[in-house]
């Protein structure tokens, strides 16, 4: 009966962790909308806000950190699950940084805003690939919520295509540069914009491969199983 009873506890202390990492999410999916709007608006005192409540997701990562230490001491629980609270952890960390690129959006967001002069259409250079991420972090996180492996497959690998528009969008941006000097300023503010929402993509790709580890108990990381798998998830 103590060991019924320590599984239970271990269970409900589990399931409180998971539901503040996902309201962690939560902050960090609107942070990154909020940064791309006021990128878009040129709205200071939004990426002001923005920047700030950062702060916040600092705050979560911390107290979640010190939870899942205390709950592995606490409960010192078995292989199996020793591997969720260690996967979750690692999650916890890319929400952290998902805030930390969307800070970096939020201040060239001001940057531009505060020079106010821009010969390019900022917002318009970086609009697909900032869609394609947002989608991606939504779903890692819906995957993480449901530990849904098939739509973890799925989302691993549409990270490729963020990094090809990003590709895309560094040369789009070095031609601008080339051809007009005076686009050299806001250019390199959307550039850094640019990568900070490629690395989005990678972070939200972690978050689905760590659903897979979960759910599986393999490290997927630097392999190829996400493309190996897809054509199983397609055909169900």
């Not at 993509?201 to 760590?210: C, L, R």
Request: proline share 1%; hydrophobic share 40%.
């Amino acid at each position: 009966m103590t060991g019924e009873h320590s599984s239970k506890q271990y269970d409900m202390d589990l399931e409180t962790i998971r539901s503040k990492v996902l309201l962690m999410g939560g902050l960090v999916e609107s942070q990154f909308q909020d940064a791309i709007a006021s990128f878009r608006s040129g709205n200071v005192a939004q990426a002001e806000q923005i920047i700030k409540a950062d702060e916040n997701v600092n705050n979560l990562e911390v107290s979640l950190d010190d939870a899942c230490s205390h709950l592995i001491v606490k409960r010192q629980p078995a292989a199996n699950d020793l591997r969720t609270v260690m996967a979750t952890i690692k999650v916890i960390t890319d929400l952290e940084r998902i805030g930390d690129e969307s800070s970096k959006i939020a201040r060239a967001a001001k940057n531009i805003s505060e020079r106010g002069v821009t010969a390019i259409n900022h917002y318009e250079t970086i609009r697909v690939m900032a869609a394609s991420a947002g989608n991606m972090l939504h779903d890692a996180l819906d995957a993480f919520a449901r530990l849904d492996g098939k739509q973890a497959i799925k989302l691993i690998a549409q990270d490729q295509l963020v990094d090809h528009e990003f590709r895309s969008v560094m040369r789009m941006l070095i031609t601008f540069m080339m051809e007009d000097p005076r686009t050299i300023s806001s250019a390199l503010d959307t550039l850094w914009v640019a990568k900070a929402i490629e690395r989005v993509g990678d972070h939200a790709k972690n978050i689905a491969e760590y659903v897979i580890y979960i759910i599986e108990g393999k490290d997927i990381r630097h392999t190829d199983y996400a493309v190996s798998h897809l054509d199983d998830t397609t055909a169900n």
